[in-house]
Structures are given as structure tokens and as C-alpha cells.
């Protein structure tokens, strides 16, 4: 059974650096599209990036400048860089990964922003 394993969240002040990791596991054939979404309480669920298999992306616009998507395909990983972190951006992050045709989502990792 394929699965995503989620790292690296926790507390940090604003202006800070966090990495969350990704890691794919189980029967995996080809991963195509991997991404980070986010969801702070009271809000819907919202796509933060997004990395396709031969490396193009998409940032939502709130966190252009400061995070970066990046992938390593011989690990089926999938890493969120976050730099310049704030308040706002404190939510349950999910990893998401198109796997042999079929969604598969990790288990969430909180990010918490504050001083």
C-alpha cells in the first residue's frame, strides 16, 4: 500500500525557516504531480505549490519570493522550503502526490508561526 510520510513541521517565530519533507513509499510505479497544500483552522483547504515530474511549478501567490517546491525522484521525496515564515501562514500542511494515476495525501504536519 502506497503512502506519504510527512517531516518537519513544528513552532517557529516570524522571519524564521522550516523544512517540511515528503517521502513516498509502498509499490510505486511513477509519481507525476507533487505538491504542499495548507489549512488553517476555519479556512478551506488551499494549494500552496505544486511541482510537476519534470520540475515546473506553481506557487500560490501569498508565498511567492519565500517558499520553494522541490523534488528528488530516485527518493520519491518531495521538500517544502520556507523561508521568511509569518502567522499567516501557521496551518496543518498536507503533501500531496499523484501516484500511478490515483491522489494520495499525507497525514498533515503543523506549522505553527508565532513569537
Not at 476555519?42 to 517546491?69: C, H, M, P, Q, W
Request: glycine share 12%.
Amino acid at each position: 500500500q502506497v503512502q506519504l510520510v510527512e517531516s518537519g513541521g513544528g513552532l517557529v517565530q516570524p522571519g524564521g525557516s522550516l523544512r517540511l519533507s515528503c517521502a513516498a513509499s509502498g509499490r510505486i510505479f511513477g509519481i507525476n504531480d507533487m505538491a504542499w497544500y495548507r489549512q488553517a483552522p476555519g479556512k478551506e483547504r488551499e494549494l500552496v505549490a505544486l511541482i510537476r515530474s519534470r520540475g515546473s511549478t506553481n506557487y500560490e501567490d501569498s508565498v511567492k519570493g519565500r517558499f520553494t517546491i522541490s523534488r528528488d525522484n530516485a527518493k520519491n521525496t518531495v521538500y517544502l522550503h520556507m523561508n521568511s515564515l509569518k502567522p499567516e501562514d501557521t496551518a496543518v500542511y498536507y503533501c500531496y502526490a499523484l501516484i500511478d494515476g490515483y491522489p494520495c495525501w499525507g497525514q498533515g504536519t503543523q506549522v505553527t508561526v508565532s513569537s
